[in-house]
């Protein structure tokens, strides 16, 4: 006994949100869609839980940023589903898929069926566990990456007002998180193993500018170290953390940001994963020509590099999302994805964007100071290939993108630092 769809999307994140509007855009009839996730409410945009969630005042609460209100466009409720004829199946894991037979078994055992399916399963985040520390389900340690970690962290936020938190990992969650902690009055020190912040795309320059911000809001960084283990209370409630170089930090909370792994293993066996994402071409369709993978757990052609990549960002989810429906509804005429990376973020006032390939020689430009506009660009075999801009207007970040996806040739290094932007505008 089961049901069977046309179309099933794996997964009710970010890129299943998307790939639901493009299907309406592109005519679905009712009944013939249907999203089966874990989480227990309709696609929602990830990035508002380490920003808006958290703020002390007027924190961002669902309904507001379902999905697809991050790229401006209409606002997904269950309703809209419901409108739509879409099946939103909730809060109901999918325990095994059988590509050969296309079907999928829920956790309530019931068993759906498919003619298209695309896996937009996102990623979990990595446990203090798989690097040997235990410990990490104690109540006042929160990872991050979904609604009920959100939940779980804004709650432990409020009874440790004026407390101490560590935050474990500088990337991503880190930084952000981080900032979020200090705008709740906690005191924060910050633990990881690199030399500086965002080690996978900020330079040295542009991790100290923030660094630099980060200290005068009294934020505290502990660099080149790991936590080894927690120190409890009787209630099995952390009290401590020591670090690998005999740091001991007394801890109301702590906040664990140490990475991902993509969702694949329902699939392990059965369809080609690379670089830990399931491979798919430039029509986002995996070695299975039924199935398509979006988003976090899709490695897919990068045309402007030449490459296979797994990107993490909400950006690759939604556009990526929009071409594989565009390619399962309109093969002939769906052309090759040609996606330009793009990363952002917002700290405090800060706010960044970042486009292509943090690779090669970089060239600063701008005022390095708080409140004003600077940035880099990254030049690999006398090309542009990467650029970062902090402060920029929606021009200046349209210009920066517009450069970076032509790859244009950059002769002389000095001069690009000197006409900084202007190189951009000129190209
Ligand atoms: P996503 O993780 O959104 O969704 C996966 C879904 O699949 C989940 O609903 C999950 O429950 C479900 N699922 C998995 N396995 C399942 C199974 N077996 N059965 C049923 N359901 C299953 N990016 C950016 O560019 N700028 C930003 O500011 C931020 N900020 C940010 C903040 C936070 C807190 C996080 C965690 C992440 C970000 N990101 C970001 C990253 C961005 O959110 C991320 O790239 C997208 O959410 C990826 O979208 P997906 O749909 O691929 O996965
Ligand atoms: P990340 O990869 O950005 O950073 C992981 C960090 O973990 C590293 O910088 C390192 O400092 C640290 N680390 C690794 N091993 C460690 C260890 N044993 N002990 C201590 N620290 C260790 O991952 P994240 O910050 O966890 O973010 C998770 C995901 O969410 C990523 O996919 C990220 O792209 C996404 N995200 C994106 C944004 C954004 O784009 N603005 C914001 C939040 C989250």
Redesign the pocket.
């Given at each position: 006994m089961g049901r069977a769809f046309v179309y099933v999307i794996l997964g009710g994140g970010v890129a299943a949100g998307y790939a639901a509007l493009e299907f309406t855009r592109r005519g679905v009839s009712e009944g013939e869609l249907c999203i089966i996730s874990e989480e227990p409410v309709a696609p929602y945009e990830r990035?508002a839980l380490?920003k808006g969630f958290l703020l002390p005042e007027d924190p961002a609460r669902l309904p507001s940023f379902h999905t697809c209100v991050g790229a401006n466009d209409e606002k997904l409720t269950p309703k809209w589903y419901k409108e739509h004829g879409i099946e939103l199946v909730l809060g109901t894991r999918v325990k095994s898929v059988d590509v050969r037979r296309k079907t999928l078994l829920s956790s309530t055992g019931e068993t759906i069926s498919y003619k298209f399916l695309i896996i937009a399963t996102g990623?979990r985040?990595l446990k203090l566990e798989e690097?040997g520390v235990e410990g990490s389900d104690a109540e006042n340690v929160c990872y991050l990456r979904d609604l009920s970690d959100a939940n779980r962290l804004a709650t432990a936020i409020e009874s440790s007002a004026n407390g101490n938190a560590v935050v474990?990992?500088?990337?991503?969650?880190?930084m952000?998180c981080a900032a979020s902690l200090v705008i709740n009055k906690i005191n924060v020190t910050m633990?990881?193993?690199?030399a500086h912040c965002?080690?996978?795309l900020f330079t040295p320059k542009i991790a100290s500018l923030y660094e630099d911000y980060y200290s005068a809001k009294g934020v505290e960084f502990i660099k080149g170290t790991?936590?080894t283990s927690f120190e409890f209370d009787s209630n099995k409630k952390v009290t401590a953390v020591n670090l690998k170089n005999g740091n001991h930090l007394p801890a109301d909370l702590v906040v664990v940001?140490?990475?991902?792994r993509p969702n694949t293993s329902l699939f392990e066996g059965q369809l080609t994963i690379e670089k830990g994402g399931i491979k798919v071409n430039s029509k986002m369709q995996s070695s299975d020509s039924s199935v398509y993978a979006i988003g976090?757990v899709a490695t897919f052609p990068v045309k402007l590099f030449g490459e296979m990549r797994r990107l993490?960002?909400?950006d690759s989810a939604r556009k990526s999302a929009r071409h594989a429906v565009s390619a399962i509804m309109e093969p002939e005429k769906t052309g090759e994805f040609d996606y330009l990376p793009f990363?952002?973020?917002r700290v405090f006032a800060f706010s960044w964007q970042f486009y292509g390939d943090p690779v090669g020689e970089v060239v600063h430009f701008g005022e390095f100071e708080e409140g004003k506009t600077f940035g880099a660009y990254w030049i690999k075999k006398g090309h542009l290939v990467g650029s970062f801009l902090e402060g920029g207007t929606k021009e200046e970040y349209d210009t920066i993108s517009k450069a970076t996806q032509l790859k244009p040739a950059v002769t002389d290094l000095e001069e690009l630092g000197r006409v900084g932007l202007g190189f951009a505008e000129t190209v």
């Open positions: 990035p380490s990623a985040a690097f474990i990992g500088g990337g991503y969650i880190g952000e633990v990881f193993p690199e965002m080690a996978r790991v936590l940001g140490i990475g991902i976090d993490e960002h909400v990363f952002y973020s």
